[in-house]
């Protein structure tokens, strides 16, 4: 099926996005244009929201470095969950908890945010190959990189380099919401939390896996002494405060060390 964008600066304006831009085996390049007529580049099949550069703190702009984008996954997303959680945790095990709580199903839509290489969004079109996913994140060299794993994978994906505290989607858009490690990371958590309200569809689904504060001294130490690169750490108890703030209710929850996965309902 094709897509549906709001325009980033044209609040009702949509913009329509062919089905082969989702069709990663074949380069798609060219531009997409809202009914007002501000325009998009598609390059390499990544549709390019941003148009300007901003400010970003350390741990954000690491991601927009090739190297980060190219050794990311293998090296670090592989092994991350069993270095934070403490125990042997192997990235099946969150694929399986992101299936059996996301359930997804042909005909339905959903969103990766700050995908990165987009594992979740991969996962979610292997388990449902009619579903429609879509993964954005705002940094071209992870898209890229995420775009060059989906094809080798034969997972058609919409890719689109955007802004999640403005995310160019019309209200209740999704069926499904997925955010992996994103949290932390981000300037804004509340704004975009707000935002992932307004575009998931009443009871839709949103998984979370966020890092939390953690309960030793020395890894609060640890944690303490990353700040200042912008990473935020919250307790649980802290986590769903924020959660329930942006109006989402925490209908299930699993802490394994510092790595919790949340199962939010809208
Ligand atoms: C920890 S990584 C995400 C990892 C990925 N979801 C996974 O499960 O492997 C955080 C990502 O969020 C993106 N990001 C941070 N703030 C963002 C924002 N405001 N809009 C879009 N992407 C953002 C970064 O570029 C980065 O790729």
């Known amino acids: ?19 082969a831009v989702s069709q990663l085996s074949k380069p798609f390049n060219g531009t997409i244009c809202s009914k007002m007529g501000d325009e998009y580049p598609i390059q390499n099949n990544i549709i390019d929201l941003i148009r ?6 350390l741990a954000q702009s690491t991601n927009h470095w090739r190297v980060t984008a190219s050794l990311y996954e293998d090296l ?26 996301v359930s997804p199903g042909a005909g339905k839509t959903y969103l990766d945010i700050g995908c990165s ?3 979740y969004a991969r996962t979610l079109k292997k388990e449902a190959p009619d579903s429609d996913i879509i993964a954005l994140d705002y940094s071209s060299q992870m898209l ?8 080798a994978d034969e997972t058609d994906i919409y890719f689109i380099r955007a802004d999640a505290r403005n995310m160019p989607f019309f209200n209740k858009t999704f069926d499904g919401l997925v955010m992996g490690g994103t949290l932390n990371e981000l300037t804004d958590e509340l704004k975009v939390l707000f935002e992932c ?13 966020h890092l939390v504060r953690s309960e030793t001294w020395y890894g609060r130490l640890f944690q303490d002494s990353t700040e200042w690169s912008g990473l935020k750490f ?3 108890e802290e986590s769903n405060e924020l959660f329930n703030r942006a109006d989402f209710m925490v209908e299930d929850q699993f802490v394994k ?6 199962k939010l309902r809208g």
Do not use: Y
């Not at 890229?144 to 094809?151: F, N, Q, T, Y």
């Not at 060390?257 to 949340?262: E, K, L, R, T, W």
């Open 1 to 19: 099926m094709k897509i549906e964008l709001r325009s980033p600066i044209h609040d009702r304006a949509s913009i329509e996005v062919p089905r």
């Open 257 to 262: 060390g510092i790595v919790c996965f949340s």
């Open 76 to 101: 670090w997303r592989k092994r991350s969950l069993s270095i934070l959680s403490g125990e042997d945790f192997p990235i099946a095990k969150e694929q399986e908890l992101l299936i059996k709580w």
């Open 52 to 57: 300007e550069p901003e400010n970003l703190s």
């Open 234 to 236: 919250w307790t649980v």
């Open 117 to 119: 290489t987009a594992l």
């Open 144 to 151: 890229e990189e995420a775009r060059l794993k989906a094809e």
């Open 197 to 209: 309200r307004r575009i998931i569809k009443k009871n839709g689904v949103f998984f979370v896996m």
